[in-house]
C-alpha cells in the first residue's frame, strides 16, 4: 500500500525566511502528488498538484514543489514566507486516476514576526 | 460558485447511536470522497463515490458506510457509534480525483 512520510511535523521560521517542507512517498509507479493547506480554522485548500510533465511545479501565491522520482519526493519550498503562511501542509498522493488520494500526516508551518 | 457543503456543521450523540452526515459537491463534479481528521491519525481515507458508484474504499469497519445520489449529492453513515469515532469529517468533490480535491468544511462529530 501505498504511503506518504512528512517527516517534520513542526516547522517554525522567521518571517522573510525561505522554508522547506519535506514529503516523500513509497510507491513503485507513477503517481500523482499534491500538496494541501489547511489554515487555521478553516478548511483544506489545494495548493499545487503534480500530474505530468515539468517536475517543477508553483503555486499562485509563491510555493513551488518539485517531483524527483528517484528520491520518491515532492517537497515543498518557499523564498520567503509571510506570516499568512501560517497554516498546516498536507502531502498526497494518487496511483492512478482512479485510485483513492492517501494523505501524509501533515506538518505545522508557524511563522514567527 | 456554490463550495462543498457539509451539513450539519457540528453534531453530538451518545455511544451506540447512528449518525448521517450529509454532503453537497460543487455543481458538476461527480467525484466524492470522504475523510476523517483527527489529532492522532490525521486524514484518513473513508471512501470515494464517483457516478453513483463507491469507487474507493478505506479500512474502515462495515458500520462506516456511504452512499451517492444521481445528483452526486452524498451521505455517510455511521452505525453503532463508539467514543473513538469522535472527529473532523471531511467531504471532498472533484470532477475527478486526478484534478485536485475541493473540501467542505466538515462535521466535527463528538460521540459522549
Known amino acids: 500500500a501505498q504511503s506518504v512520510t512528512q517527516l517534520d511535523s513542526q516547522v517554525p521560521v522567521f518571517e522573510e525566511a525561505p522554508v522547506e517542507l519535506r514529503c516523500n512517498y513509497s510507491s513503485s509507479v507513477s503517481v500523482y502528488l499534491f500538496w494541501y493547506v489547511q489554515y487555521p480554522n478553516q478548511g483544506l485548500q489545494l495548493l499545487l498538484k503534480y500530474l505530468s510533465g515539468s517536475t517543477l511545479v508553483e503555486s499562485i501565491n509563491g510555493f513551488e514543489a518539485e517531483f524527483n522520482k528517484s528520491q520518491t519526493s515532492f517537497h515543498l519550498r518557499k523564498p520567503s514566507v509571510h506570516i499568512s503562511d501560517t497554516a498546516e501542509y498536507f502531502c498526497a498522493v494518487m496511483k492512478t486516476s482512479y485510485d483513492k488520494v492517501i494523505f501524509g500526516p501533515g506538518t505545522s508551518l508557524s511563522v514567527i514576526p | 460558485k456554490a463550495g462543498v457543503t457539509q451539513t450539519p456543521r457540528y453534531l453530538i450523540k451518545t455511544r451506540g447511536q447512528q449518525v448521517t452526515l450529509s454532503c453537497s459537491p460543487i455543481?458538476?463534479?461527480?467525484?466524492v470522497s470522504w475523510y476523517q481528521q483527527t489529532p492522532g491519525q490525521g486524514l484518513q481515507f473513508l471512501f470515494e463515490?464517483?457516478?453513483?458508484?463507491?469507487?474507493n474504499k478505506g479500512n474502515f469497519p462495515g458500520r462506516f458506510s456511504g452512499r451517492q445520489f444521481s445528483n452526486s449529492r452524498s451521505e455517510m453513515n455511521v452505525s453503532t457509534l463508539e467514543l473513538g469515532d469522535s472527529a473532523l469529517y471531511l467531504c471532498?468533490?472533484?470532477?475527478?480525483?486526478?484534478?485536485?480535491?475541493?473540501f467542505g468544511s466538515g462535521t466535527r462529530l463528538t460521540v459522549v
Open positions: 463515490y464517483f457516478s453513483e458508484t463507491q469507487r
Open positions: 455543481s458538476g463534479h461527480r467525484s
Open positions: 471532498a468533490s472533484s470532477v475527478d480525483s486526478n484534478y485536485g480535491y475541493t
